[in-house]
């Protein structure tokens, strides 16, 4: 069980966020039909993440991922998955390597094989070790085979687990007694999908350099993408 402070920070950062999205936002958006449901959102995002190049796909879900891990290592320390904490540097050159410096790549390949080999990576269900299960974790490591492999379906994934770590939070307040300020689920969720796709928004602008940036970068590239990408994406609240 979380402690009162864990439940506040949790609560906290939900709030925070659905009132710097808005479920209105994407209905401001030139040329954007408003959208509905949280569902709508999902196929959205998913749509535009199967249309840009890879190494946009990278940027995003290390954004993404980051956020997850940024919650996780807000929660009091004797709350944290040691497992989820230990992948804080892979996530690290995950974004080092998306960014357009190419000597990540051996980091990163280097972490996910100590994930695949480790205890953590396993077939036995509910009988195996579920900490590589936790949002965050599962995040960062899809966040890795992203960058390394390219495929649509990791960023996708990735775009998933936020959702999820949502629901699971919301769920898990839902439980404590005496809380009476819980985000409706349907706008909790939209809120995240919103700030999914205005990342997407912010990630497209840069698309010449971000297309062929697994192939590297330049150092001076490199350097402004982190201050005009990993900073904006990495934020909890991103107008």
Known sequence: MQSPLGVRVALSL??????????????????????????????????????????????????????????????PEDEQAPFTVSLRPLLNSVWEGV??????????????????????????????PDEADESAAAAALHAAHAYLFGCQDFAIWTSSRAVEAIDQRLQYLAEQDGDEHLPDPDEALAAELQRQLRDLDLITRYSKDLRYSRMGLGVDTSIRLRVELRAPLSSQSME
Not at 28 to 38: F, I, K, L, N
């Open 14 to 75: 939900l709030t925070a966020m659905i009132a710097v999205a808005g479920v209105s936002a994407l209905a401001s958006r030139p040329g954007v039909a408003r959208m509905d449901t949280w569902q709508e959102l999902s196929a959205l995002a998913e749509k535009r993440l199967k249309a840009v190049s890879s190494g946009e796909r990278g940027v995003f879900a290390a954004g993404v991922a980051e956020r997850l891990m940024s919650w996780h290592e807000a929660l």
């Open 99 to 128: 960014l357009g410096d190419p000597t990540a790549f051996s980091a990163v390949k280097r972490g996910v094989a100590e994930y695949m080999l480790s205890e953590y990576c396993h077939n036995d269900g509910q009988d195996g």
